[in-house]
């Protein structure tokens, strides 16, 4: 029943590591985002993708790859992971952009 | 640069006290602007968006109120089930901001029976 699910919860990995977090949606929208929320607790769009296309790349190392399979899933891959990215990822979807999203419940990323 | 400032960072209030949460922004053509609760371990969850000065919204206890500056949300006799973050964002119009809502920093709603 859940309308946007994220896995894993936890992640906690070593520096220099690579990994993924995947995102699913059942709500039918045609949008999905992926934030970043830091220990401040500020929420920063990093893409959007919109029908699998990207709309959205914000000011985001290259280490981070978006790829979205179909409109329904957008996955996050992150290489050689660093102490810094370390924070709550969450995935979102929305009909269209003016309406309000759907946050899925986050990816707690730790870097050791 | 769009700018969403919200205060107070921290709001404790008594069971039933009512009270008002602020957020201030500054963007070029707002499409909308949102409204969001988030619980502790939880993602932000859709309360409201308003779209133009004037416009208000209810829900349960909470109303949300939008100027050409400002948006207020105003919480009648909380109850401690209120308590959690709200967060504030915008969304530009046109171009290239599809789809990029700008977040405040919260405000962090404490309820106490």
């Known amino acids: 029943d859940t309308a946007v699910s994220q896995t894993p919860k936890y992640l906690v990995t070593q520096m220099g590591n690579d990994k993924s977090i995947k995102c699913e949606q059942n709500l039918g929208h045609d949008t999905m985002y992926w934030y970043k929320q830091d220990s401040k607790k500020f929420l920063k769009i990093m893409f959007s993708?919109?029908?699998?296309?990207?709309?959205i790349n914000e000011t985001v190392p290259n280490r981070f790859s978006p790829k979205s399979p179909d409109k329904a899933h957008l996955n996050l891959h992150i290489n050689s992971l660093e102490l810094g990215d370390s924070a709550v990822y969450f995935c979102a979807s929305s009909p269209v952009s003016h309406y309000g999203y759907t946050f899925g419940s986050g990816t707690r990323l730790t870097v050791v | 640069e769009d700018q969403v400032t919200q205060s107070p960072e921290a709001l404790r209030l008594q069971e039933g006290e009512s009270s008002s949460l602020n957020c201030s922004y500054t963007?070029?053509?707002?499409?909308?602007l949102f409204w969001y609760r988030q619980d502790p371990g939880k993602g932000p969850e859709f309360l409201f968006t308003?779209?133009?000065a004037g416009e208000e919204k209810e829900k349960e206890r909470l109303k949300a109120t939008l100027t050409k500056k400002e948006s207020f949300l105003h919480i009648t006799a909380p109850k401690p089930e209120d308590s959690a973050t709200y967060l504030c964002a915008v969304d530009r119009a046109g171009g290239t901001s599809y789809g990029k809502l700008t977040f405040g920093q919260g405000t962090i709603l404490t309820v106490h029976p």
């Open positions: 993708y919109n029908n699998k296309e990207l709309i």
């Open positions: 308003l779209y133009s």
């Open positions: 963007v070029s053509g707002l499409r909308g």
